[in-house]
């Protein structure tokens, strides 16, 4: 019966991806362009030599795997955080600040700092929400969305002032110190010490969620609010208002993590969506830390696919977020379908 | 038209769940003009046999005569084309909509024109008509429980069925609003309509009822017309003959016996001035104050939303209360009724299961191997069968799923226990054996809260009876009579 569960909870990602790939070769096919050309380059530009895994795909996998644990931990808890986005943008607003003020002789302190200021960023910006639902029972599904346009429009105007680079020409910040930026891990490719931060992030999501009174409360509290208050006297609210917080902290991570990774000065433009894409690498990992990672490879390799297929075989890489959506409807709704073949309605109760 | 052309007739009704019989052979005549009043205990079969009538389920056997003709409907639209409504224990209303939306709502013509004035309109006609007061344009999750009730009475009645079914309608009304509510029926049948009503309160049924069917273990074991002057052949067909109540009851002379010897001094828990206010504002228990003393068994009774459900939670540490102090132990076992959504998390495995308990007061790491042997430990004192203790507690029978959440509850042995309806569900030798369980418990001194929705099994089971009624809660003597008087309120 386990067991069987668990084939299905595996083989449900497998069949979305190769559902996905299929649906957007064939969209690739009817718009009259070659689709064997398009998946030859796709595959190349993620997985074909070094540069391609190392500078590109696990280099946008980082804070893609960051994110979606972030939005993991909220989502174990009963706790719908849209807002990783936000969350990332304030991550990355802070660690801009921090890199930029502190002076260069507290060496590699400054990025430690840079990433810290991060974390707490983001935690902070996740802790309106919070605030929002335990004071006046407003969803998070909303409140945490409408926060990443607050985030937004708020780095808008810092990088217009107070955070402007000194010719005030460009809607950006300066270039952040050398002592600010993380260490590469390798001389000739961008992978930097971010993505060890990430796998580390995860290892210990997984660790906590499952050796911790802490993150049993948290599990027990997403699976049955009820129960949990019930049978394990639990504080229900207070649990899901700390996963939020924390879910906001590791977004906030990731959001300076690329600051001081890979873009190196903050922009309307930083995330591309990554906050959002990261709620389906969670839920493509099935909300579960080794999951994720691998989802997050998936959802690396497929942005760096798109851009090598649009650039060797002049396919859009608009083709790749179709795959990306396909294979997030087909994880949302796989379950639900296989639940309704697998048991009968369900009889309703005698009195 | 004559009377007898328009009579809905249920006859010999029969149904099952599973392996639970609900109705076995239940028959209800309904006439126009006539105010139906169904009396019986909790899970006599009364919400099923209207279920069958409303078409919101079917029976297993018997027939339904509707109009001189024998019909069978499969859903709730089929019986209300042939004119009969139902108005349901749980609302379904939209908060935020106002009340002519809602009833507009409830109208099956999805691609209809709907126009805010007219919606008005309809149901200012329709409450003119039959005598409801309600504002069309107030917001319904403004209302009281009482005028959302009218909105639902409304919706229903919208369908101009001239059958009008309802479900325990006093379950969240005050004994005013009850009153009320009844008279308001009485009318509305005699406008010509037929009115079926589930209820608890007797006094009420026997005042306005111009006839009365009470069901008892799935069988009609009482029917006639009014008006009804003596509730002693009532409570008699409600709790089953006197004599067998008797005979129950001498059954079990020692048991408080060998408890009260055992008497440790020292309150277990105690309430003082206790309130609790739902979260929709509805007043569920009003000032109670009781103390329970270890050693002993307290027999909780009530009808549904009668406070019972609040009290237990109060008294297991559950559930704060809005107003009074309360005593009690916190490391209380509670096994609540129902298991699958208050008890235990379906999809986790036994052992994180049993690491649920006292959870919210646990610090740092867990340490799953230990936790594993003592769930392993638990399981076998309490005989219960499982793959093994990884298994998730969703692939357990009903009956070792109980089994289970008791000796969790149990470990440790804490001084108070509270079960609610611990037996339901369980074969009669699995309910024995969770009532000697209980006995053993409390005579190791620990002090034992039962509610139970079966008069007889608490008689039984009690050394002291407390009976809920409307949020009240009041000691009475352990017996059948006196529980089931207090039970609906008489004195």
């Known amino acids: 019966m386990s067991s069987q569960r668990r084939v299905a909870q595996l083989s449900t990602p497998l069949f979305a991806v190769g559902g996905a790939i299929a649906v957007a070769a064939t969209i690739i096919t009817l718009a009259g362009l070659d689709a064997g050309a ?223 990774g890979v873009t190196h000065a903050l922009y309307e433009g930083i995330s591309p969506g990554y906050g959002y894409t990261a709620i389906g690498v969670a839920l493509l990992g099935g909300l579960h830390p080794g999951g994720i990672v691998i989802a997050a490879i998936f959802f690396g390799a497929l942005g760096a696919g798109a851009d090598a297929m649009q650039r060797e075989a002049a396919v859009p890489a608009e083709f790749a977020s179709v795959v990306a959506a396909i294979v997030i409807l087909c994880v949302l709704a796989v379950p639900g379908l296989m639940a309704r073949f697998t048991s009968g309605g369900r009889a309703g109760s005698a009195t | 038209m004559t009377a007898l052309a328009d009579t809905l007739e249920l006859q010999n009704i029969s149904k099952r769940y599973g392996s639970t019989v609900a109705l076995a052979g239940a028959s209800l005549i309904a006439r126009p003009g006539a105010l139906h009043v169904l009396l019986g205990e909790n899970g006599a079969g009364k919400t099923t046999l209207l279920r069958v009538a409303s078409g919101l389920t079917t029976a297993d056997a018997g027939s339904i005569i509707h109009r001189g003709h024998a019909v069978r409907w499969q859903t709730r639209a089929a019986a209300l084309n042939a004119g009969i409504s139902i108005v349901q224990q749980h609302f379904s209303l939209v908060p935020a909509m106002t009340v002519a939306e809602n009833v507009a709502l409830a109208d099956r013509g999805m691609l209809a024109r709907f126009s805010m004035a007219s919606a008005a309109a309809h149901v200012r006609h329709l409450c003119a008509e039959v005598g409801l007061d309600l504002d069309p344009g107030a917001t319904v999750g403004t209302l009281s429980v009482s005028a959302q009730q009218r909105v639902e009475i409304v919706k229903t009645i919208a369908h101009g069925a001239p059958v009008l079914i309802l479900d325990e309608p006093t379950a969240v009304l005050s004994p005013s609003e009850a009153e009320s509510l009844f008279e308001w029926l009485r009318g509305f049948a005699a406008m010509g309509h037929t009115v079926i009503a589930i209820t608890h309160r007797i006094r009420e049924a026997m005042r306005f009822a111009d006839s009365i069917t009470v069901l008892r273990g799935g069988k009609t074991v009482f029917a006639s017309d009014g008006p009804f002057t ?93 107003a009074g102090s309360v005593v009690h132990d916190r490391q209380a076992g509670f096994v609540p009724e129902d298991r699958q959504r208050e008890a235990v998390i379906p999809e986790f495995s036994l052992t994180e299961n049993f690491a649920l308990r006292g959870s919210g007061a646990r610090r740092g790491l867990i340490r799953w191997s230990v936790i594993a042997s003592e769930t392993k430990a638990a399981m076998q004192r309490a005989d219960v069968r499982a793959a093994s203790a990884e298994s998730a507690a969703q692939t357990l029978s009903g009956g070792n799923q109980q089994r289970f959440v008791f000796a969790r509850e149990t470990v440790g042995a804490p001084r108070v226990i509270v079960a609610e309806n611990p037996t339901r569900g369980l074969d009669v030798r699995a309910a024995a054996e969770m009532v000697r369980r209980l006995r053993d418990a409390r005579d190791a001194g620990a002090a034992i809260v039962v509610y139970s929705s079966d008069v007889h099994e608490l008689v039984a089971l009690a050394d002291r009876a407390l009976v809920c009624f409307g949020g009240a809660v009041r000691e009475v003597a352990v017996s059948a009579e006196a529980i089931g008087s207090a039970l609906v309120g008489a004195s």
């Open chain 2, 230 to 322: 003596d509730d002693r052949p009532l409570l008699e067909a409600i709790l089953g003959e006197s004599r067998g109540l008797d005979d129950r009851m001498v059954e079990v002379p020692s048991t408080p016996g060998s408890g009260s010897g055992r008497d440790i001094d020292g309150v277990a828990v105690s309430l003082a001035g206790v309130s609790v206010t739902d979260g929709n504002g509805v007043p569920r228990l009003r000032d109670v104050n009781c103390s329970i003393r270890a050693g002993a068994i307290v027999g909780v009774a009530g009808v549904e939303g009668a406070g019972q459900r609040e009290l237990l939670r109060v008294i297991a540490g559950r559930l704060v209360p809005t």
């Open chain 1, 38 to 260: 398009a998946l030859r380059a796709a595959v190349d530009g993620a997985f074909g030599d070094s540069f391609a895994v190392l500078s590109a795909t696990l280099k946008r996998m980082t804070p893609l795997l960051m994110l979606g644990i972030a939005v993991a931990v909220a989502f174990r808890a009963g706790v719908l955080n849209i807002g990783a986005e936000g969350q990332f943008l304030a991550g990355a607003t802070a660690a801009t600040a921090v890199a930029l003020r502190l002076p260069g002789r507290f060496g590699p302190l400054v990025f430690l700092a840079a990433l810290a200021a991060g974390a707490i960023a983001g935690a902070g910006w996740a802790a309106i929400a919070a605030w929002l639902r335990r004071r006046y029972l407003v969803t998070e599904v909303v409140s945490t969305l409408l926060l990443n346009f607050v985030a937004l429009n708020l780095v808008g105007f810092l990088i217009r002032g107070p955070l402007q680079e000194p010719t005030g020409a460009y809607p950006q910040s300066s270039t952040i110190p050398d002592v600010g930026k993380l260490p590469l891990l390798f001389a000739e490719h961008r992978l930097h010490l971010g993505f060890l931060i990430a796998l580390a992030t995860a290892l210990g999501t997984w660790w906590v969620l499952k050796f911790t009174a802490a993150g049993f409360r948290l599990r027990a509290t997403g699976a049955s609010p009820d129960a949990a208050r019930s049978a394990g006297q639990i504080p229900v609210e207070r649990v899901q208002a700390m996963a939020l917080v924390a879910s906001g902290a590791i977004a906030g991570l990731a959001g300076a993590s690329e600051l001081t």
